[in-house]
């Protein structure tokens, strides 16, 4: 599987272990790689240099080895810039990070686009910090280098719109963070490749943020030809199925509500939801999680870090979120939306014996229905998103479209492209 072949990497933005983690990626599915050099634009961002870690390690000054980044990458702040100091206790207490709650835990830090310092550390093992001085070491160089993304296409049949299926590689050591949606897609691929696709589908391999800011800044995801984009992360852990809904509201939303999977309103926190969502860009991008993730969440207590390991993973769990994932395409594809049948304003329903015979106050719950059917009847909603504005059941709203479908009140109208 590549998630276990690609756990032990020393992943990050950019780097070698990057590019071999996309080599590994392409044993598994076709792709297409995109490079682009360290110091290039993206919109606001600037792609960083590649952080190249020779050594780190904190020593008693009897020169005894107490961390060291070669047991594990974590231990070191991400591109940590280079120190050889000895420093009191006092001084070099504020860069040790740990987690009381997670006692044998190494956590992750990062400092990508700063020149900062830092170890990271189990609290059991900062407990043991007995000495007044230490002396720490970190040889790191930053080099121009290149970031590399990649992609696989499934070119749809009928419509040049596209859907993008994103996730991302770049946290060292850790299995259910970002790998898990990697191979999610990577099985989703399998049943996507013999499905009569309407839309083309997009998988997106990439670094987080920096790399989906990439893929809009240079064009290679144009928003206006996107229908709607999903984000799968952290799904190797965890029962159920949680989903935060796109910025807008998009039909998608309505499609996975109706499948009673758990949802979240839209904020701007997360993954790369975000980028896909913001200003300027606004694709309707939604986040399917088991494990929805911020530190201290009783489902994933293990977040960023040294705990997110293999063992933790269930791969029952990663193939499960495919075929959610799956159903859910194929309903987005294959539900219809409605349109009116004639050339604008309400229809005349008496024309079609739907409406009373003597008119007076008030509106009984057939004729309401009815009434918001004809005015959700506009060629973009599907019977989900009509259920879900309306707030009526399912049941009650397929018998009323039933009847006015009939009727050649309305009709059915497929993929309208939005």
Known sequence: MFISDAVSLNRSLLGEDNEKAI???????????????????????????????????????????????????????????????????????????????LPDAIPYRTSYYDREWGFCLSYNQFKNLKDDQYRVIIKSEFVDSFMSVAECTLPGYKSDKEVILSSYFCHPNQANDGLSGVECL??????????????????????????????????????????????????????????????????IDNIVESMEIST??????????????????RIPTGLLMRSPYYEGTPDFAQYHTSEDNLELIDIDNIQDTADVLMKMIERYEKEPRYIVNHDGGEPFLSKYNLYRKVGTTGHNDWDKIRNWIIFYSDGENTISDIVSKTGYSRESVEDCLTTLIKNKVINECRHSGR
């Open 186 to 251: 990577i099985r989703l691929y399998d049943q996507l490749k013999s499905y009569h696709r309407h839309y083309t589908y997009r998988l997106m391999f990439i670094p987080e943020t920096i790399g989906s800011l990439y893929l809009l800044s240079h064009k290679i995801v144009e928003p206006h030809n996107v229908e709607y984009a999903i984000v799968p992360s952290c799904v190797g852990v965890g029962d159920d199925l949680h989903y935060k809904r796109t910025y807008n509201g998009h039909s």
């Open 264 to 281: 979240y309103k839209f904020q701007p926190f997360g993954s790369d939801e975000r980028q896909y969502s913001s200003p300027k860009i």
């Open 23 to 101: 080599d590994l990626l392409s044993n598994y599915i076709p792709i297409k790689k995109y490079s682009i050099l360290s110091g290039t634009k993206c919109f606001d961002w600037t792609v960083p240099q590649e952080w190249k870690l020779q050594k780190a390690i904190l020593q008693d000054l009897n020169g005894n080895v107490i961390l060291d980044a070669n047991d594990n990458i974590l231990h070191v702040v991400q591109h940590s810039k280079s120190v050889d100091e000895i420093l009191v206790k006092s001084e070099f207490e504020k860069r040790l990070h740990y987690l009381e709650d």
